[in-house]
Every structure is written in structure tokens, then in C-alpha cells.
């Protein structure tokens, strides 16, 4: 049995794919085999994140519709053996991914031996979106200390919580805070909302705090996912949270900000 | 802004003003899908209905889905304006 792993947010562009990249490379290296699905169907960018987008041929809807074998559509990573990638395709339309065909890729997977399939869902409530969340098992909410952010992710938790698989069989799908480009400074100027005020109001398990950094641009100008970069802040705050999901208990890192001499607190500095 | 706070003391947050936000418009929309999927479409055809005599605002319909034992009561609010 494979576990299906649904990155999603309801809002764009608060992490979801650079999230997506870091918890399967994460899962792989934990020696789990894994496989990471973009569902952002007409407008990939896990590939790039990914670094293999030279290497794209076939995809995830042109398995679906028959043209390419699954074997054929897998794109093996170089870095780690047991991560594989499953590319969107960028020019059919979005009403290819059937909940059938969906399903029947997600069941060849776990045939395939594949323990964790991560799937990175498009910002919205459409069929790229439901779709991924409908055959969740675990959900990472992905969401920015920002109201609109926040908002979104409990309608989405709403969405998991009547219109998934799971609860639709009358069971539940376990749900994980995962907040985003989070800074510790601002927080404690009283200008973002904390990680405590978050957890207050959308009242899911924190499974990590990302802060905002420099190394997650570098890492997909490159193409290697952040969590690779092993002297990095947020690289390392991935980690921590890949740990958890799979049971370790960790603490926080990059939650307070640093120590700063008196001059540069009175200046308002930092980064 | 550090400094600002230290002389004149502590003034309520943005950030706590986003919660407080937050927490309201959160509880008010959970509320809402919790009810059966016709609610929110019930509640504004009550609306329309209810505009074609009274001028009245958008939030003062409300349209609630409460169980009370093993029967369930449709509770209809429409707040009317003062003459
Ligand atoms: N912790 C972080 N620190 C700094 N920048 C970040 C961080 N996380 C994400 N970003 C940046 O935010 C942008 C959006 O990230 P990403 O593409 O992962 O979001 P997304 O949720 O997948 O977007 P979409 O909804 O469009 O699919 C990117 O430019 C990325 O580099
Ligand atoms: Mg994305």
C-alpha cells in the first residue's frame, strides 16, 4: 500500500511546489521509495524545480490517455535512486485528469512499489486541485502568515474534510500545518501572524516552520531541491519537518530571530 | 519601530488585528459549510426575496441548520431596518 502525500494550499504561490520537491527528496533520502506527481496541469514547474526539465518526454496525462506506458513517463532522479518524477503536461487541457485515470496511475504506482506518492496540487479549487485532494491519505497545508493564506487553507481543510475519498468512506485524512516563509522578526514586531497564531485559528498539527530565505531561490535557479542544501536555513527546516512526518520528534528551528546588537535593533536592521 | 515601541508602549498589533480578523470570518464561514450544500443558496434566494420589499443588507439574512435531537430546525433571521 502506498501512501498518497497531497501538498496543497488553496492560495498561489505561498510554496506548494518548492515544498512538493523538498518532502519527496526528503522521504527518498529517508530511504523511503518515493515518486513526486505534478498535478499543475498546464502550467508545470516541478520539473524545473526538480532540475529535470530536459528530461521530460512523456507525462501524467499522456499515461492517462494511453499514449505513454507509466514506466515510460517516470523520470528517475540522478542525486537520489529512490526519487522518481512525474511530469505535468503543458499543453492538454486540465478536464484529462479523470478521477478513474487518476486513480488507476495512483494504483500502478503502488504496484510499482512506490511508498509515498507526493502530490503537488495547483493553487485553486479546480479539477488539478481536487483531484489531488480527493485521493489524499495525508495532507500538507501549505500556508503563509497571511490572512488570505490562511483563509484559503480552511476552506481547503473544509474540502478534505466532506469531499476527500477519505471521508467520504467516513474516515479522515490526517492533516499537516506546514506554514511558509515565515520571519521571525516580523513576527515578533507584531507585523505577521505567529506560528501559534496560525495553529490557533486553523486548528491542525504543526509539522514545520519554513522561514523566508535566500537559499530557496538559489536552489531552484539551479534546479535542486532546497532541502538538498544542507548549510541552508530552510533546507534544514525541511528536513525537521520531513523527520516529523515520518514520527521523529524535533524542535523548532529559525522560529526566534537571531541575536542582533543593541544598535541594530534600535536601527530596525536585518536582513 | 523598535524604538517607537519603546517610548510609547504597546499599541494592538497588525498582527494581532489579522488574527482577530481571522478567527471571525473563519468561524462564520465554517459555520456555513457545515450546513447542508443548498444553505448558502437558500439564504440568498431568501435575500432576493426579502429585497423586493425591504431595502436591507446583505448580512442581515442569516440562514442556520441547527439538529435538536433526532429533528433538525431551519433558524431564518432577517434583521429589519429602523423606519
Ligand atoms: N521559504 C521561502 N523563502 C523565500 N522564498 C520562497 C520560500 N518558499 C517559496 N518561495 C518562493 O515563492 C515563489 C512561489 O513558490 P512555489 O512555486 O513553490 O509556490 P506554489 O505554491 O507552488 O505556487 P503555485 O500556486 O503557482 O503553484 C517562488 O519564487 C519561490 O522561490
Ligand atoms: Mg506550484
Redesign the pocket.
Known amino acids: 500500500m502506498a501512501t498518497v502525500v497531497t501538498v496543497t494550499?488553496g492560495?498561489?504561490?505561498?510554496?506548494?511546489?518548492?515544498?512538493?520537491a523538498a518532502i519527496a527528496a526528503g522521504l527518498a533520502q529517508a530511504g523511503h521509495r518515493t515518486v513526486v506527481i505534478d498535478f499543475?496541469v498546464g502550467?508545470r514547474?516541478l520539473d524545473l524545480?526538480m532540475g529535470v526539465e530536459r528530461r521530460v518526454v512523456f507525462d501524467f496525462v499522456s499515461v492517462i490517455s494511453g499514449e505513454a506506458t507509466l514506466n515510460q513517463a517516470l523520470i528517475q532522479d540522478k542525486r537520489l535512486e529512490n526519487l522518481s518524477i512525474l511530469a505535468a503536461s503543458q499543453t492538454k487541457d486540465k478536464d484529462a485528469l479523470t478521477e478513474a485515470g487518476v486513480g488507476q496511475i495512483l494504483d500502478e504506482l503502488a504496484e510499482l512499489g512506490f511508498e509515498y506518492i507526493v502530490c503537488?496540487s495547483?493553487?485553486g479549487i479546480e479539477r488539478g486541485a481536487t483531484m489531488a485532494l480527493h485521493f489524499a491519505d495525508h495532507a500538507v497545508i501549505?500556508t503563509n502568515p497571511e490572512v488570505s493564506s490562511v483563509r484559503d487553507s480552511d476552506r481547503i481543510l473544509g474540502i478534505l474534510q466532506s469531499k476527500s475519498k477519505r471521508a467520504k468512506e467516513g474516515g479522515k485524512v490526517h492533516e499537516h500545518l506546514l506554514i511558509?516563509?515565515?520571519d521571525p522578526v516580523r513576527v515578533e514586531n507584531g507585523e505577521m501572524l505567529s506560528k501559534e497564531d496560525v495553529c490557533d485559528i486553523l486548528a491542525v498539527k504543526l509539522i514545520g516552520v519554513?522561514?523566508?530565505?535566500?537559499a530557496?531561490?538559489r536552489a531552484?535557479n539551479t534546479g535542486v531541491p532546497v532541502i538538498l542544501d544542507k548549510d541552508s536555513d530552510?533546507g534544514l527546516a525541511y528536513s525537521d519537518s520531513v523527520a516529523r512526518f515520518l514520527g521523529e520528534d524535533r524542535p523548532m528551528q529559525f522560529v526566534i530571530p537571531r541575536k542582533q546588537g543593541l544598535l541594530s535593533r534600535i536601527l530596525g536592521g536585518g536582513d | 519601530m523598535a524604538l517607537f515601541g519603546l517610548f510609547f508602549g504597546k499599541k494592538k498589533t497588525s498582527a494581532a488585528a489579522a488574527k482577530e480578523r481571522l478567527q471571525i470570518l473563519i468561524s462564520h464561514e465554517r459555520q456555513n459549510r457545515q450546513g447542508p450544500d443548498f444553505l448558502p443558496d437558500l439564504q440568498r434566494d431568501i435575500l432576493d426575496v426579502v429585497k423586493k420589499y425591504v431595502a436591507i443588507r446583505d448580512d442581515h439574512v442569516s440562514v442556520r441548520l441547527d439538529r435538536a435531537g433526532d429533528a433538525s430546525v431551519l433558524e431564518l433571521n432577517v434583521t429589519l431596518p429602523e423606519k
Request: charged share 25%; no cysteine.
Open positions: 494550499s492560495k498561489g504561490g505561498v510554496g506548494k511546489t518548492t515544498s512538493s499543475d502550467l514547474n524545480i503537488d495547483p493553487a501549505v511558509t516563509r515565515y519554513i522561514p523566508e530565505s535566500k530557496v531561490l531552484s530552510a
